[in-house]
T-cell receptor, first 112, second 113 residues
Framework: QKEVEQNSGPLSVPEGAIASLNCTYS??????FFWYRQYSGKSPELIMS??SNGDKEDGRFTAQLNKASQYVSLLIRDSQPSDSATYLC????????????WGLGTSLAVNP | DGGITQSPKYLFRKEGQNVTLSCEQN?????MYWYRQDPGQGLRLIYY???????QKGDIAEGYSVSREKKESFPLTVTSAQKNPTAFYLC????????????FGPGTRLTVL
């Protein structure tokens, strides 16, 4: 059974701090990794995608991938109250399998 | 504007009735997906389609049916056989290559009375 695991939280950080969200996955052949943000009552919105080991930065967001440790993380710098949401990690094992395996999400609260 | 639309936003249904949820996209994406989201359970895949006139069951297909007669449209029917249909239903689409990035519609919240 392929799994993606995330701490459910809530993760609480003060405004301006760095929020660190973590995700581990069970399938070693996984090729594509995604972070989505979901506000309460809304649909998921793609934040970051990462395919190679290392860091990928986009504005205040940095995704980090370590395939050897089967670990992907999302760092949010200068956290804002508007970042308060649930962050979903998703993994695609590649090939002809077009399905994503989803984590249950981590709830983030940024306190003013 | 390109995007994915779902209608209606809210839907109420009596027990024993079938209901169809609409999903349309103008992104020229080949693949489309239906998910169900319940509190604390994350996203669960109901059906997906990689190409017109073809679709596959996901992890929780029982009580649901789909069709893919057009590239732009992937409607989901929730049948009376679905024992607990009250949920948030999300439609997504992606391009037909790898890596596979999925984009979501706004969702339909179905409540069975």
């Amino acid at each position: 059974q392929k799994e993606v695991e995330q701490n459910s939280g809530p993760l609480s950080v003060p405004e301006g701090a760095i929020a660190s969200l973590n995700c581990t996955y069970s399938d070693r052949v996984s090729q594509s990794f995604f972070w989505y943000r979901q506000y309460s009552g809304k649909s998921p919105e793609l934040i970051m995608s990462i395919y190679s080991n290392g860091d990928k930065e986009d504005g205040r967001f940095t995704a980090q991938l370590n395939k050897a440790s089967q670990y992907v993380s999302l760092l949010i710098r200068d956290s804002q109250p508007s970042d308060s949401a649930t962050y979903l990690c998703a993994v695609n094992v590649g090939g002809n399998n077009r399905k994503l395996i989803w984590g249950l999400g981590t709830s983030l609260a940024v306190n003013p | 504007d390109g995007g994915i639309t779902q209608s209606p936003k809210y839907l109420f249904r009596k027990e024993g009735q079938n209901v169809t949820l609409s999903c349309e996209q103008n992104l020229n994406h080949d693949a489309m997906y239906w998910y169900r989201q319940d509190p604390g359970q994350g996203l669960r895949l109901i059906y997906y389609s990689q190409i017109v006139n073809d679709f596959q069951k996901g992890d929780i297909a029982e009580g649901y049916s789909v069709s893919r007669e057009k590239k732009e449209s992937f409607p989901l029917t929730v049948t009376s056989a679905q024992k607990n249909p009250t949920a948030f239903y999300l439609c997504a689409s992606s391009v037909r290559d790898s890596p596979d990035t999925q984009y979501f519609g706004p969702g339909t919240r179905l409540t069975v009375l």
